[in-house]
């Protein structure tokens, strides 16, 4: 069971990494830039060898990760119940190439939703370079914990989402992705074997290894900086989404935008909502 006070004082390890331009690279090919061979906006991206290349800045997401510190038995958390239901992020700097970034973790919220019902926690991290002490950005998740309600902690107040424009959306750009997606994300660190082992896909109720959910996030990412800023990383000051149900390698994403930022998308083939609630925030160019 949870220890509510012990959750939040809990000491997260910093993490640190360096980034090259061939992660940055890695990165942008792991949520799909490159498909297009003629397509040379999309291929600044994953070009590590041309000066100037730009980062995704959503790509904080996978940057200077923090160890499994949530699998500490001390904490009480059921992990193998553990789902990822929103994340948000702010970026504040465009991220360096060739530096070193560190990435301080905290609990500042959690929520108990009751006996049987699971409890939310909610994560802050901070993305900063490990020399100057720049922040670069600001993520925040909410884990919705499925195996822990009823510990006795506080029922709210619950974090509020977007609420999407009521009327047809202003674009929509379909991605496509490959069956061998998950394996490729994965490499950026996330070697959870859900999205590798059938044998453990089976298990938890899936008919093949799913795709990351936050590779589904680098996808609408795109999707957003394809239409709405012109390709253009500077623009995006923002990122905000619920995750809804996962995506199969080889399925269509259909991103569903409105001018204002907010997005959905859904597994076009299945037609399945597998992102809500999605709100991007951009600067003027």
Known sequence: MIDLQQLLGHPIPQGRQKLSRKDAAL?????????????????????????????LPFMAVVLAPNGPWIADP????????????????????????????????RVVHVVDKGEGKGALMVTEKEL??????????????????????????????????????????DHTV???????????????????????DPAVAAKAGFSQPILHGLCTLGLCGHALL?????????????????FSAPVLPGDTVRVELWNDGSFRARALER?????????AGMRQP
């Open 226 to 242: 394809r239409t709405l800023c012109g390709y253009d990383p500077a623009r995006l000051s923002s990122l905000s989404l619920r």
């Open 74 to 105: 001390a904490l009480g958390i059921d992990y193998g119940r553990v789902v990822h239901g929103e994340q948000s992020m702010q970026f504040e700097a465009p991220l360096p190439a060739d530096a070193e970034v560190v990435a301080n973790l």
């Open 128 to 169: 900063l370079d490990a020399v100057s002490g720049q922040r670069y950005a600001v993520l925040h998740s909410t884990l919705f914990l499925r195996g822990n309600g009823g510990f006795g902690g506080p029922s709210g107040p619950v974090p509020a989402v977007h609420a999407l424009p009521e009327r047809a959306p």
């Open 174 to 196: 379909d991605l496509p992705t490959r069956s061998e997606q998950a394996l490729v994300y994965r490499l950026n660190g996330d070697f959870n074997p859900l999205h590798a």
């Open 271 to 279: 037609d399945t909502l597998v992102i809500n609630n999605g709100k």
């Open 27 to 55: 990165y942008a090919l792991s949520v799909g830039f490159g498909q297009d061979p003629l397509d040379t906006r999309q291929l600044a991206f994953v070009d590590p060898v041309k000066p100037g290349m730009p980062i």
